[in-house]
């Protein structure tokens, strides 16, 4: 890809609308758990329609670049965050689930994590968004096509599957007060030192 049509692609209107949406989306849950329930849940079912409907827009294009990129959101942070939400959800935080490729083949029902699904769209969104902000215009274009391909595969049917149990909780009668498991002061001073400044900076 010659250097303008790689401009091109990671300046486009399609890909600064996803950057937009996706870095909302990260901020949203690092701070979800300093919500009450309800309205973190009432939130989530609208911000993911629009991840969804910003990275299916994306342009598609092959890669071409043998770049490793650099991975940002560690297992610490991941479970922190996943750990948040589940704290918040009780025992609301797992569904049933009918569309995993193992269900055919097992006998019992499958069960999955709204939490677990949460944290892993934001572990892709989080590692694209802030290799997008290096400014290296073959470390956005690569790190773009690895989050549209992990779309494709991985966590965007996490993110519909989830979007059905958020819908079923928000309009159903479920009692969050008598299930909502407060962090202990220990797990409040484990919060990773880069969610406290890491949007302190905009999006150019």
């Not at 309205?39 to 993911?48: A, F, G, P, V, Y």
């Not at 797992?94 to 569309?99: L, P």
């Not at 391909?149 to 989830?162: E, H, I, M, P, R």
């Amino acid at each position: 890809m010659s250097e303008e049509h790689l401009n091109q692609l990671v300046y486009s209107k399609q890909v600064i609308e996803f950057v937009t949406v996706a870095n909302e989306y990260c901020k949203f849950i690092e701070s979800a758990g300093s919500m009450d329930t309800r309205d973190m849940l009432s939130k989530i079912q609208k911000i993911l329609p629009l991840v969804y409907l910003k990275t299916s827009m994306l342009p598609e294009f092959e890669s071409s670049e043998e770049i490793v990129l650099e991975k940002f959101v560690s297992e610490v942070d991941y479970s922190y965050l996943q750990q948040r939400i589940l704290n918040m959800l009780g025992t609301h935080d797992d569904y049933q689930e009918v569309f995993d490729r193992d269900m055919q083949f097992s006998e019992e029902p499958l069960t999955a994590s709204i939490s677990e699904n949460l944290a892993d769209i934001y572990q892709d969104l989080k590692d694209f968004v802030l290799s997008y902000r290096t400014g290296d215009e073959l470390v956005m274009q690569e790190s773009l096509w690895e989050c549209i391909d992990n779309f494709k595969n991985y966590w965007g049917q996490k993110l519909v599957n989830s979007l059905r149990a958020i819908h079923a909780l928000v309009y159903g009668d479920a009692d969050f007060d008598q299930e909502l498991k407060l962090p202990s002061d220990e797990e409040e001073t484990s919060k990773p030192a880069w969610l406290n400044n890491l949007f302190n900076d905009p999006l150019d």
